[in-house]
T-cell receptor
């Protein structure tokens, strides 16, 4: 069964460093998402991506964040200058069309020291 | 705005006990409602869904009924197993489909003891 994969599973970084979280969505899916979950809190929407551009973003997704689909298979989330409060589990998801379910990856745990 | 509220956790049950995890929502119109489950070390998996009022979603012995009058989508299972131990998330997708973003509840940790 096709699945969404994410790498790395755990990333530790120093405050102020750039990180790139990688996702490989399911191959025939058209919509891509990033969510995050700070420990003990809700899963929160960050951004959605369709047709090679951002279709929606939350207030969390500020100028420090960017997304890219560089090669037609990977979908990346970049945080330019990490802050302590960026420590969270980051989930990637993909969707074939707007009326079906989102498939989630296993997540990347980001720890900012 | 849209929001989802789940019952306080964690929940600990003995095998074969009855499970209810409460979920209520706030949204305009008729959102689609979902329960996702996260097993240890894995991603979120769709457990069941309902897309219109009075629909009942069911899967693996779990059920939830979309109640528009009480804005609820409570998850139930008649007899839980140790393998059901996981975190359960209630979520909604707004009626307008722009981006199909999901809004999640807090998640409820379920532990089932043998």
């Amino acid at each position: 069964e096709p699945e969404v994969t994410q790498t790395p599973s755990h990333q530790v970084t120093q405050m102020g460093q750039e990180v790139i979280l990688r996702c490989v969505p399911i191959s025939n899916h058209l919509y891509f998402y990033w969510y995050r979950q700070i420990l003990g809190q809700k899963v929160e929407f960050l951004v959605s991506f369709y047709n090679n551009e951002i279709s929606e973003k939350s207030e969390i997704f500020d100028d420090q964040f960017s997304v890219e689909r560089p090669d037609g298979s990977n979908f990346t989330l970049k945080i330019r200058s990490t802050k302590l409060e960026d420590s969270a589990m980051y989930f990637c998801a993909s969707l074939r069309d707007a009326y079906n379910e989102q498939f989630f990856g296993p997540g990347t745990r980001l720890t900012v020291l | 705005g849209n929001s989802v509220t789940q019952m306080e956790g964690p929940v600990t049950l003995s095998e074969e006990a009855f499970l209810t995890i409460n979920c209520t929502y706030t949204a305009t119109g008729y959102p689609s409602l979902f329960w996702y489950v996260q097993y240890p070390g894995e991603g979120l998996q769709l457990l069941l869904k309902a897309t219109k009022a009075d629909d009942k979603g069911s899967n693996k012995g779990f059920e939830a009924t979309y109640r528009k009058e009480t804005t609820s989508f409570h998850l139930e299972k008649g007899s839980v197993q140790v393998s059901d131990s996981a975190v359960y998330f209630c979520a909604l997708r707004p009626q307008e489909t722009s981006g199909s973003r999901l809004t999640f509840g807090e998640g409820t940790q379920l532990t089932v003891n043998p």
